[in-house]
């Protein structure tokens, strides 16, 4: 059979005369395009830019048998030296001064001290009677301190100690120098 498209048809040629529009086809994405080129080079219309490599049969291999691991080698690492050594901020303890308190009330039965450096507690600061005196040693740190003393429940100030400071009762409290 021939091609109908290269016979006239009632004389006239098909296509003569009239201009053709060329067409060119929608580039191939590139596995078509390899698939394409050498499809076409096994049918010998193509000599294919290169020769397509086969692929090797697979094999069914047998797992090799299982042996110990072995250690990874150390890894290569360039020491860092160490920081330097910084010494902590030099605090110089604050030593406690032993101050003598003394309160002379020959007929009281109980004397207590209270202040800044007890909190206010009546009954933590007991003095002791040697004779008529009442005595205690107190260890303070450098600073000013208010007290007074409590003689048998009864708030009075230190007779020994001029050194006074209103406080919020509208009495006064002694103050305590601490070198």
């Not at 290569?76 to 901020?89: D, G, L, S, T, Y």
């Not at 030593?95 to 003394?102: D, H, L």
């Not at 208010?146 to 001029?162: I, S």
């Amino acid at each position: 059979m021939e091609n109908d498209l290269k016979k006239p048809t009632g004389g006239k040629r098909i296509g003569v005369g009239r201009p053709t529009k060329k067409t060119t086809p929608a580039p191939l994405p590139p596995e078509a395009s390899a698939r394409v080129s050498a499809a076409a080079a096994a049918a010998g219309a193509v000599k294919p830019a290169f020769a397509p490599i086969p692929a090797a049969p697979a094999k069914s291999v047998a797992p090799a048998p299982a042996q110990p691991a072995k250690p990874a080698a150390p890894l290569m690492v360039r020491p860092v030296p160490p920081a330097p050594k910084i010494a902590p901020p030099t605090v110089v303890p604050v030593s406690a001064r032993k101050v003598e308190m003394s309160f002379d009330a020959p007929f009281a039965k109980f004397v207590n001290i209270a202040g800044d450096f007890n909190a206010w507690e009546m009954t933590t600061l007991t003095l002791r009677k040697s004779d008529s005196v009442w005595k205690i040693t107190l260890e303070l740190k450098p600073g000013t301190y208010q007290y007074k003393f409590l003689v048998d429940g009864e708030w009075v100030n230190d007779p020994n100690n001029v050194r006074t400071t209103p406080n919020q009762f509208g009495s006064l409290n002694n103050v305590l120098e601490v070198g």
